[in-house]
């Protein structure tokens, strides 16, 4: 399988990565966790990102397709892999197009996880006091959304257009949640 995991900040998709991946048997490569990593370890990469996702923006294009192209670059991609939160913006599908080009990949599916923007919050702030991410407070939560509505949910239609696109609901519980993707994907 290789595959990307599209939706809006809480609608689950880091959670259901990990469970997609060691179904499928496919590396999950979440952008956010390599950043993370990187802050939390505080590399030149983590530097550059921290202040973009503390304030809940997108940290820039050539700092992230760089980190991606690299990760896609080793050999456990080989036989598959499922992107989280890449690609964010359609600049960053243009790019990932070419890389999987010049890989000799193609994508197989876009999967799109969908929750409304108060299950969402709600979910986010319920992490915050658990994890207390930088990035789980209320205002930075609220322009998350808006830069996922202008910047990212505009490749819903894009990867739609091409016949990739997978849709479905992120309510429920995440054992659900889990069996309507693996039932979706399957049925493809
Ligand atoms: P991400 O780490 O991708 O964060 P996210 O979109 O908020 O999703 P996340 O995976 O954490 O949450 P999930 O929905 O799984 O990005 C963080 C930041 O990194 C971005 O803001 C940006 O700055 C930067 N970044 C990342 N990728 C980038 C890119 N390509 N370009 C530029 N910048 C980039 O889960 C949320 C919570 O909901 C969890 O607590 C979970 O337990 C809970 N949950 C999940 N499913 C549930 C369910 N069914 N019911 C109840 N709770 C559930």
């Given at each position: 399988?290789?595959a990307i995991?599209?939706?809006?900040?809480?609608a689950?998709k880091?959670?259901?990565?990990?469970?997609?991946?060691?179904?499928?048997?496919v590396?999950?490569i979440s952008?956010?966790?390599i950043?993370r990593a990187?802050v939390s370890?505080d590399?030149?990469?983590?530097?550059?990102a921290q202040?973009y996702m503390?304030?809940?923006?997108?940290?820039p294009?050539e700092v992230?397709n760089a980190?991606?192209?690299?990760?896609?670059?080793?050999?456990d991609?080989?036989?598959?892999?499922?992107?989280?939160g890449?690609?964010?913006?359609?600049e960053?599908a243009?790019?990932?197009d070419m890389?999987l080009?010049g890989?000799?990949?193609?994508l197989?599916?876009?999967?799109?996880?969908?929750?409304d923007v108060?299950e969402?919050?709600e979910r986010l702030?319920?992490?915050?006091?658990?994890?207390?991410r930088a990035?789980?407070?209320?205002?930075v939560?609220?322009t998350?959304?808006e830069?996922y509505g202008?910047a990212?949910?505009?490749?819903t239609a894009?990867y739609a257009?091409?016949?990739?696109?997978?849709?479905v609901?992120?309510?429920?519980?995440?054992?659900s949640v889990t069996?309507?993707?693996?039932?979706?994907?399957?049925a493809?």
């Amino acid at each position: 399988m290789r595959a990307i995991l599209l939706g809006p900040p809480g609608a689950g998709k880091g959670t259901q990565a990990t469970r997609l991946a060691q179904r499928y048997g496919v590396p999950a490569i979440s952008t956010g966790d390599i950043f993370r990593a990187n802050v939390s370890g505080d590399t030149e990469l983590g530097r550059s990102a921290q202040a973009y996702m503390s304030a809940g923006a997108l940290v820039p294009d050539e700092v992230t397709n760089a980190m991606v192209a690299d990760r896609l670059s080793q050999d456990d991609v080989v036989s598959g892999f499922l992107l989280d939160g890449y690609p964010r913006n359609p600049e960053q599908a243009v790019e990932l197009d070419m890389m999987l080009g010049g890989l000799g990949f193609t994508l197989d599916a876009a999967i799109e996880i969908t929750a409304d923007v108060d299950e969402v919050t709600e979910r986010l702030l319920r992490r915050a006091q658990i994890e207390g991410r930088a990035d789980d407070t209320e205002p930075v939560i609220r322009t998350r959304l808006e830069v996922y509505g202008v910047a990212t949910a505009p490749l819903t239609a894009f990867y739609a257009g091409r016949g990739l696109l997978v849709q479905v609901d992120g309510l429920g519980d995440i054992d659900s949640v889990t069996e309507r993707l693996v039932a979706a994907l399957d049925a493809r």
